[in-house]
Structures are given as structure tokens and as C-alpha cells.
């Protein structure tokens, strides 16, 4: 656990970074620093490193005043990435994720060899570990920054908006496989970024920074989404809340009507499916032109895909399949509505 | 009277095999002179100008001075430079050493500083944020990134000092500029040219040893020209990638 008690960092000029924080960041979860451009995000993660000193207030790790021990020791026990990889470019790749063993005095030999194989716990290929950082991609360096990160297994990472300066296409899939690998390492992850969306995506825990250093609100993504502590958070968040908060809500229990060739009579839509019963398309008003299935969902998607299926297909409906692709169901609005009033009884209950 | 020399004759000199025995005033001896010189004259410059470059790029402090002062060194004239300094300390091997020093000093220091800045700075963040101690920062994160800039100060620094260390032939030492003195006091034009052409083959050779030595030690991923070219071909060319993007363009620092 990182404990942030009191912490206020004030620049020489007189900026006041970060004002009084306080904040505990739970042992194997990933706490999102959040927030606009300039409210002390940077500055509060690189305390916890001690590339800055704070003015007053303390920061422990597992109860360890960081400011007492040494910062070289201290940091080969944190794994740091920054927005753009900050890589060697003299470096290979392997030489480049064998940093802080090669520091901690592991033989090269050795450290090459777990720099291969966390290569493809990142998802690149062992070909790349003999390149060097300028022959990589934005994407594939940033990969390369994390498994450089993780290469001496540090228990805490610090990351710094780690995947702002990729395209978006290139971030989500970097986020998905971030989650992935979290999963199988549970490390205890501070996470800075301004885009609140990676925020509810990532987050355990979601801190709002606002403007001066001052923490707005700190609670899972589902609490900011459904009770904002004030105005700032609630327009930070988005007008949008309401809609995303269904991204937390799965289509376990969801009501679904039968589904064999769904007739929908006022439109004359239908659901054609193939001898097997997976879903082909729809054919509207018994024309020929088959439209193509945008998309099923099964038991355990988010609300948000089951909604958007549903506004997209012709029949507004959205259909469920099995573990095989069979069709065994269709979600209507009206069920999805009444699934989503249910789950908030539940979790306000 | 000046008798004009016949065309041919001025490679009389150079071509003549017995110039090139191992004797007292031979092709070769001057020539090992001069490059003893040269070498010597670069590598005291290396050993002030390195440690003070290194130093006042990692910390930023005391740049200005330093690089004032060696720009004023590098404005001084070697020759004059030199007849002061056989003014004060006679002839011999010092005060032509102290000329050369002077001169080669300014492009070592300057350009290990301007590569030192020059790194990119969020790889040296890295480096502090991943628990390197300051000497490792330097020398395993800055000076390397550095070593282009640094490798070309020291090769255009050996350069002028082959081209100049002809003076030393006037405070009675060796070298090819003997073959300028004597031959210019003799009306050996033949000789005089012959010191000329083999400066200049020395001062190639040289170069192209830095050369060699720059692809040595400077790591293929920071090569200055054609790195990134390179790089961006084999990216093109890998079917490897997990991800559509195009390679960056330019390498860093
Ligand atoms: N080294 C510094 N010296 C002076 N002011 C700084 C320094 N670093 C950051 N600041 C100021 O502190 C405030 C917070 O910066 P930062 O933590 O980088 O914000 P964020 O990461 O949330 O964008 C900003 O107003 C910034 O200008
Ligand atoms: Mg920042």
C-alpha cells in the first residue's frame, strides 16, 4: 500500500503542485491519477520515486517513509514509465528491459533471457529483442517500456500517461492487454493520465485532481459515475455518465425473449440464422438483402455493448448467443431497462 | 633569381626511395614525428577538454564560461601563440605542445557539451526514475547517447592539429613541417610540396581511423546519418510487428 499523509509539494517560484493530499493507494490494484493539464498529477507520482521531494507531508510505501531510505535502491524497487518510453535509444531492446537487473548486478546472459521472455508477456515478438528503440513503432516502444518496468518484478509501478502519445486505435489495445497483464502480476499501480475515460477503463480507484493540487474525489469508476462529489467532478466525468456507467453492469440475468427467427411484425424484420443456428443477418420486409449481424453479446458483456446492439440492429433488439455462437436469446429496451433498475436497486441495497 | 623548377621535378622529392629509409630527416621519421605530435597534442586535449565537457553538460553550470574560454583559445593564433611561448619558456617540445593544446581543447569541449544536452531528456528521466546513481546516469544513459557529437569534436580537433603541428619545425623540432622550412630556405619546391601532400595524406589517414574508431564504439542504434533510414527499412520489412504503425521516423536524442 502507498500512503500519501498530509503531502503538499510547493515549487521554488511559489506554485503550489500538489495541496495537502492524502490518499492510500490499495496493495495489488491500480489507482488512476486523474484530471486536467497542470493540477499535480506528475508531481504526485514522481514523489513516490523521489524525483521530487515534498515540502512537507509524508509518502510511505507499506509503511516505509520513502524519504528515508536511499533513492537509488528505492527506485530499482519501482517500476517507471513515461508517456514517451523515455527508452535508450543506444540500447537493444533486451539490453533496454534488462536495465535495472543489469544495475542490480544480474549476469547479461541472464538478464537477456528474461528480457526475451517478457517480450512476449508484452505482446511483441522475440525477433524484436536485437532491435534498436528507433526501429520500433510509438506502440511497440511503449510496450517495450512496460516490460522494462516489470523486468526486476518490483512489487509498485509508477505510470505517467504511458499511453497518450499512441493513436487510438494502438491505445485501446494497449490498455486491454495492460489489464491482462495486471491480472496475471497484480502489481500496486499509480496511474496518471487526463483522459477520464482511461481512467474508468483502468481504475480500481479513480482520484480527480483538480486545478491547484487539490484532490476533488476518490472512489471506484462506478461511484464517480452515479453520485460526483460536486460540479468539477460531475463535468469531468461527463455528460455522458449515465451511459457509461452501464460499461460496470453485465448481461448476467438479463431477460431475454426466444429467439428462433425472430419475426418483428410491425417492421417486418427477421433474423436469419444458419443450419447450425448462429446468427447470419436480418432480412427486412422479406426482401432478398440479408443486412449483416452487427454484433452478438453473451453473459458476461457489459450492459453498454447489449444497449448499443440493440440501438443499431433493425429490429431493436440485440442477441445473445452461446458459448459456441448458437443464438439463445434477444434483449428488447424495454428488458434492458428493466435488467439496469434492477442492478441499481441491488447495488444501492 | 628564382630558377623556375621543371613540372616533374616536384615529385622528385617524394618519390625519391632514398627518402623513404628510416634515417635522420626521412620520410618516415617526420611523418612519426608528426603524428606523435598530433596524437599527443589530442589526447592531453582529450584528457582537460572531456572531463569538463562531461561535467558542465551533466550539471548545466559553468557552461557559459567554459565555452567562452575555449572560443577565445580557438581565436588565438597558433604561430603567434607559440612565438610567445618560446619567449617565456624557450624552444623545445612544451611550449609547441601548449600551442596545440590550445587550439585543440575548444572543438572537444564544446561538442562533448553540446552532445551532452542535447540527450533526450526523458531518457535520461528514465535512467534517474529506473535507480540510476548520478556516475551511472552519466555513463551508461548521457555519454553514450552523446558519443556522436563527441567522436566528431575529437576528429575535427585531430584534423587542425595535424594541419597545424608544422609549426613545430620552427621551434627547431621535427616533423613534416621541416620539409616546408627547409625546403622553402632551400628553393626545394620539390621538398616543400612533399611536406604539403603528405600532411594532407596524414591528416586523411587520421580521419579515416576516427572513422574506425567511431564505428566502434558508437552503438548502431545513435549512428548520426543513415541510422534512422536504415531503421525505418527494416521496420517496413519485418512481418513481425503486432501492431500497424509506422516505425517513428527519427531516432531520438
Ligand atoms: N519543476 C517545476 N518547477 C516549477 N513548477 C513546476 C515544476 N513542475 C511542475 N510545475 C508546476 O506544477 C503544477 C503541476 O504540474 P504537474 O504535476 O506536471 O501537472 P500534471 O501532471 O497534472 O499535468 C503545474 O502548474 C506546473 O507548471
Ligand atoms: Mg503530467
Known amino acids: 500500500m502507498i500512503t500519501f499523509d498530509a503531502v503538499t509539494k510547493a515549487f521554488p517560484g511559489g506554485t503550489v503542485a500538489v495541496d495537502n493530499l492524502s490518499i492510500e493507494l490499495p496493495t495489488g490494484q491500480i489507482t488512476v491519477f486523474v484530471g486536467p493539464s497542470g493540477c499535480g498529477k506528475t508531481t504526485s507520482l514522481r514523489m513516490i520515486n523521489r524525483l521530487i521531494e515534498p515540502t512537507s507531508g509524508t509518502i510511505s510505501i507499506d ?125 500496486t499501480i499509480a496511474f496518471v493520465t487526463h483522459d477520464i475515460d482511461e481512467a474508468i477503463k483502468l481504475g480500481d480507484t479513480v ?131 428493466d435488467h439496469l433498475a434492477d442492478a441499481r436497486r441491488e447495488s444501492a441495497g | 633569381m628564382i630558377t623556375p623548377v621543371p613540372l616533374f621535378n616536384y615529385f622528385g622529392f617524394l618519390l ?36 569538463i565537457g562531461l561535467l558542465i553538460g551533466h550539471t548545466n553550470r559553468g557552461a557559459f564560461l567554459a565555452i567562452n574560454i575555449g572560443n577565445a583559445g580557438r581565436a588565438l593564433p597558433t604561430f603567434g601563440l607559440l612565438s610567445l611561448m618560446v619567449v617565456l619558456m624557450g624552444t623545445g617540445l612544451v611550449p609547441a605542445l601548449i600551442a596545440l593544446v590550445v587550439l585543440a581543447v575548444p572543438p572537444i569541449l564544446a561538442s562533448t557539451y553540446a552532445g551532452i544536452r542535447a540527450v533526450d531528456r526523458s531518457a535520461v ?65 620539390d621538398q616543400v610540396f612533399a611536406g604539403a601532400v603528405l600532411v594532407a595524406a596524414l591528416a586523411i589517414a587520421l580521419d579515416l581511423a576516427g572513422a574506425g574508431l567511431e564505428r566502434a564504439v558508437v552503438s548502431p542504434g545513435v549512428r548520426q546519418r543513415g541510422s534512422a533510414r536504415r531503421g525505418r527499412r527494416r521496420g517496413a520489412r519485418s512481418t513481425d510487428t503486432s501492431t500497424q504503425e509506422a516505425p517513428t521516423a527519427s531516432t531520438a536524442g
Open chain 2, 125 to 189: 528521466d528514465a535512467a534517474v526514475g529506473m535507480g540510476m546513481r548520478p556516475t551511472e546516469v552519466l555513463f551508461r544513459a548521457e555519454v553514450p547517447m552523446a558519443l556522436p557529437l563527441i567522436m566528431s569534436g575529437l576528429r575535427s580537433s585531430t584534423l587542425q592539429v595535424c594541419a597545424t603541428a608544422t609549426v613545430a619545425a620552427y621551434v627547431g623540432l621535427g616533423g613534416l613541417g621541416r620539409f616546408l622550412i627547409d625546403g622553402l630556405a632551400r628553393n626545394q619546391y
Open chain 1, 63 to 187: 509503511g516505509e517513509d520513502v524519504t528515508k531510505q536511499d533513492a537509488a535502491v528505492l527506485r530499482r524497487k519501482i517500476g517507471y514509465v513515461i508517456q514517451h518510453a523515455g527508452l535508450f535509444p543506444h540500447r537493444t531492446v533486451q539490453d533496454n528491459i534488462a536495465t535495472v537487473p543489469l544495475l542490480n548486478g544480474v549476469n547479461k546472459k541472464q538478464a537477456r533471457e528474461n528480457a526475451v521472455e517478457l517480450l512476449g508477456r508484452v505482446g511483441l515478438d522475440a525477433s524484436m529483442a536485437t532491435r534498436y528503440p528507433a526501429q520500433l513503432s510509438g506502440g511497440q516502444q511503449q510496450r517495450v517500456g512496460v516490460a522494462r518496468a516489470l523486468a526486476a518484478d518490483p512489487p509498485v509501478m509508477l505510470m505517467d500517461e504511458p499511453f497518450s502519445a499512441v493513436d487510438p486505435i494502438v491505445r485501446d489495445g494497449l490498455q486491454k492487454e495492460f489489464l491482462r497483464l495486471q491480472a496475471e502480476v497484480g502489481k
Open chain 1, 207 to 337: 482520484a480527480v485532481f483538480r486545478e491547484g493540487g487539490h484532490l476533488a474525489q476518490v472512489g471506484t469508476p462506478q461511484e464517480l459515475l452515479d453520485d460526483p462529489a460536486d460540479d468539477f467532478v460531475a463535468d469531468f466525468v461527463g455528460r455522458d455518465r449515465g451511459f457509461r456507467g452501464l460499461s460496470f453492469v453485465t448481461a448476467e440475468g438479463l431477460e431475454v425473449e426466444p429467439v428462433q427467427t425472430y419475426v418483428d411484425g410491425v417492421r417486418g424484420v427477421r433474423l436469419l440464422l444458419d443450419d447450425a443456428g448462429r446468427p447470419r443477418g436480418w432480412t427486412v420486409n422479406g426482401s432478398d438483402d440479408v443486412r449483416a449481424i452487427t454484433g452478438t453479446f453473451t453473459k458476461q458483456d457489459s450492459l453498454r455493448l447489449v444497449t448499443d446492439l440493440a440501438i443499431s440492429s433493425p429490429a431493436g433488439v440485440a442477441v445473445r448467443v452461446d458459448g459456441d455462437g448458437v443464438a439463445d436469446g434477444a434483449a428488447t429496451h424495454a428488458s434492458i431497462a
Open chain 2, 16 to 51: 625519391d626511395p632514398a627518402n623513404w629509409g628510416w634515417s635522420d630527416g626521412s620520410i618516415p621519421q617526420r611523418l612519426v614525428e608528426h603524428l606523435g605530435y598530433t596524437v599527443l597534442a589530442v589526447l592531453i586535449a582529450a584528457a582537460i577538454a572531456l572531463p
